[in-house]
């Protein structure tokens, strides 16, 4: 387990000096932006001091809620008038049965944020990237809708557009001939709010999702994934991902 | 006499050519051009000091690049500020129809604004295509709720 958490030394130092030296070149120009205009927390470039994560408690999780489903719908204007059948799901309720002893989970399943994301090692355009902070996202101004990165995900998380749409929300731009998957509500955190999920789960009152900045230790979620026994999903793939998951 | 008659004549319809020839470049029918764009008028102005987010004469040659550089600020830096933001652009240049109260078509009305100078100079820009080309009026719920992660607040 131990070995997904934190990479081999090298790659640790490697990461280590290029944080160091993208600090260097980021911030006269982060000096230069605050001098011409006013201050406001948008202004603010990402860092990759920041790591944002998930902690999933799969005892909370209720068999047969969507609140976090529907609530990523509702946010993003996920729908297909043409063929519903193929509609995108940028999230969906998973169901696992224990064999042996037949207990139940229930647990939501989406892009994994990986700290090695296959996605990005496959795409031929550079669409696919991660952002400093950890967030996987398709740049679809340079998407080619080839779907390489569709078959590398291991977790089934991204979708296809396949007809033309209309009425998108204008902070959730998605069209016809792009790949798509959660964006961990990027918008909404560049804004300092937690994805929609993650919200919707909490005013369901069942609590399940924890969000938060997994490089911070004095955060929540460092906090309890520094005492409760939590697991990535398909850990033998070394992929680290930002989304663990409590109680499987 | 022959030859002059004919000179004349000729001069005569040389004449004719020209002035007809002059008559169409000045007045050419509604039917043979794209009528001069009328950019429909914005909600506000920008600030006291300027309409729009630049001085006008910026911002009409060069709102294109200045979309294209945002673009990729917002992609990659996540930069979010609303003074280039495509969605500000149009919060604040499309504004429902007077009597019907419905919002232009980008595909179809040359009313909106981001269309409405670009037919007439062959533009073609397919940002519409996934971006949303009115103001969000549906009331969101799960915006209303504003849970602050307490770790990036506290930075």
Not at chain 2, 108 to 129: K, M, N, P
Request: glycine share 6%.
């Amino acid at each position: 387990m131990n070995e997904e958490i934190s990479p081999t030394p090298n790659r640790r130092d490697f990461l280590k000096t290029t944080a160091i030296v993208a600090g260097i070149t980021v911030a006269p120009g982060v000096l230069l932006y605050g001098v011409s205009q006013a201050k406001s927390p948008d202004d603010q470039t990402i860092t990759a001091k920041k790591r944002w994560g998930m902690l999933i408690d799969t005892n909370k999780c209720v068999q047969g809620c969507n609140e976090c489903v529907n609530a990523c719908i509702t946010e993003h204007g996920i729908s297909e008038n043409v063929r519903p059948d193929i509609t995108s799901q940028w999230i969906r309720k998973v169901g696992l049965r224990d064999k042996q002893t037949g207990k139940e989970y229930s647990l939501p399943l989406f892009c994994q944020h990986c700290e090695h994301p296959p996605c990005v090692d496959v795409c031929p355009t550079g669409a696919s990237f991660k952002r400093v902070d950890g967030i996987v996202l398709v740049d679809k101004h340079i998407c080619i809708g080839c779907r390489y990165c569709m078959m590398a995900c291991p977790y089934k998380a991204r979708s296809f557009v396949h007809e033309t749409l209309k009425n998108q929300k204008p902070h959730s731009p998605r069209g016809k001939g792009t790949v798509e998957a959660c964006t961990f509500c990027v918008h909404r955190i560049d804004k300092g709010q937690s994805p929609a999920c993650v919200a919707a789960c909490q005013k369901s009152g069942h609590k399940a999702m924890l969000f938060g900045d997994i490089k911070d230790p004095n955060s929540e979620i460092s906090k309890k994934l520094s005492h409760v026994s939590s697991t990535a999903l398909r850990p033998d793939m070394r992929l680290n991902p930002g989304i663990r998951y409590q109680g499987l | 006499m022959k030859v002059r008659y004919l000179l004349n004549i000729l001069g005569k319809l040389c004449l004719g050519l020209l002035l007809s020839l002059a008559v169409n470049a000045n007045e050419p029918t509604s039917m043979q051009r794209v009528p001069i764009p009328d950019p429909p008028k914005a909600l506000e102005n920008f600030s006291t000091e300027q309409p729009c987010v630049e001085p006008i004469d910026i911002i009409r040659r060069n709102h294109g690049s200045l979309l294209k550089h945002r673009r990729n600020d917002t992609m990659y830096r996540g930069v979010r500020t609303t003074q280039y933001s495509l969605a500000a652009c149009i919060n604040c240049h499309v504004t429902p129809d007077a009597i019907t109260g419905n919002y232009p078509s980008i595909s179809q009305d040359s009313e909106h604004f981001c269309r409405s100078c670009h037919s007439y100079v062959a533009v073609t820009i397919d940002c519409f295509q996934c971006h949303a080309s009115k103001p969000d009026t549906s009331v969101n719920v799960i915006n209303s709720i504003n849970i602050l992660d307490t770790s990036r607040a506290s930075q």
